[in-house]
């Protein structure tokens, strides 16, 4: 997230409808996935991460890619690409998704919506969403309406006052719970939100036309509980609570199961289900499922499933960055870290990583090379830091 140097570079990068805010608020604009957008605001990024857990932080996330799936097939259809249940999700929820590739690898992971009427809902990552969309398009394509809706901005409030602050201006909304959502009206302003986001906290996204995500973000900023929140602490949030970054934490290279996604996979799909496979590089991810299985029973296949992803916190309070390579204490090289930071809620260093299924148990211990020293870890469950969705 560093910010560039190169100003010809930052002049060709996109921006999000809610830009002229961000600036008029005092935010550091950096570059991300091909947008200047908000790192942190003046309050800096330890304010705005104990603003989000304890009142309600209003993220923009425009630069993420929103489109529709239309027609009787599209759900059927879509349901190709993922190794998760798309036919049987039921009108008015949302599910968390895996586009994978021929290997098992996880081209994006994304979130979709049954609007009901043969209309699915899909967001997916900004930095992947022109790749998404061309690999949607030629894969389903001709079964399907793929709409990109490069008119729409989206929005986040998050934190425990998120539902209070929306009820207040869009009565009802609160009786949403995790993972639904619908049409709304927000103070008179046309939306469509679901009970969902990418901080561990309760909260909702909010897909909005464009011309109103400025109207609409001032409105939420004008309540007492509302803060703007930069990329920062949507980061810091986002590791706490566990959740994957699409190019860190997950890629092509690893496979749902490597990712400890396994959850993600619902059993319609699996081995014995009543739609097993017909996924991309579903034989490989289904053959690591029955590994991860067996060695959840004391009989791991190493051989199949060779590394998993795992959290880690470290026993000396020094941070240990992305790319940390990760050893046993024989000095053997057993990994690496995708994700670091000192968790403000957490108070300790805390990372994400992936490590050889040997060392995958909880309480295993290992070390992470920081600066040629041995910084001593311990491999904890996820995640660090309580989730607090509201499921009724």
Aim: with cysteine; proline share 6%.
């Amino acid at each position: 997230m560093a910010a560039s140097s190169d100003s010809s570079s930052a002049e060709q990068l996109l921006k999000t409808p809610l830009y002229d805010l961000h600036v008029e608020l005092g935010a550091r604009m950096v570059p991300f996935a091909g947008y200047s957008m908000p790192v942190q605001y003046p309050a800096g990024l330890m304010a705005e991460h104990r603003h989000t857990r304890n009142a309600a932080g209003l993220f923009d996330i425009s630069h993420m890619g929103q489109l529709r799936l239309v027609g009787p097939d599209a759900a059927a259809a879509f349901e190709t690409l993922m190794p998760v249940d798309v036919i049987d999700l039921a009108a008015g929820k949302q599910r968390y998704g895996l586009l994978l590739n021929d290997q098992g690898g996880i081209l994006d992971d994304l979130m979709f919506f049954n609007e009901g009427h043969g209309s699915i809902f899909v967001i997916v990552n900004g930095a992947c969403k022109v790749a998404d969309i061309a690999h949607i398009r030629q894969k389903i394509g001709a079964r399907c309406d793929v709409q990109p809706m490069p008119d729409h901005a989206l929005l986040a409030l998050q934190g425990p006052q998120a539902a209070a602050v929306l009820a207040r201006l869009s009565p009802g909304i609160e009786r949403f719970v995790f993972m639904t959502g619908g049409a709304v009206q927000i103070g008179g302003v046309p939306a469509f939100a679901t009970r969902s986001g990418y901080t561990g906290e309760d909260g909702f996204e909010i897909s909005v036309a464009a011309q109103n995500a400025d109207a609409l973000a001032r409105l939420l900023l004008a309540q007492p509980d509302v803060k703007p929140i930069g990329l920062g602490a949507r980061n810091s949030l986002r590791l706490e609570a566990g959740l994957c970054l699409y190019g860190n934490d997950i890629d092509t290279t690893t496979t749902p199961v490597e990712a400890s996604l396994n959850w993600a996979i619902q059993k319609v799909r699996r081995t014995g289900g009543a739609r097993e496979g017909g996924f991309p590089g579903a034989a490989r991810v289904l053959a690591q499922l029955a590994a991860a299985t067996a060695g959840a029973a004391g009989h791991t296949d190493h051989d199949t499933l060779k590394r998993k992803r795992v959290g880690l916190v470290a026993l000396e309070r020094i941070p240990v960055r992305d790319g940390t390579v990760l050893q046993s204490f024989e000095g053997k090289d057993i990994g690496f870290v995708t994700s670091g930071l000192l968790g403000p809620t957490a108070d300790r260093p805390i990372a994400m990583g992936y490590v050889a299924t040997a060392f995958s148990e909880p309480g295993t211990r290992v070390q992470a090379i920081v600066r040629g020293k041995p910084v001593p870890m311990e491999v904890s469950t996820l995640p660090f830091v309580p989730t607090r969705y509201y499921r009724g």
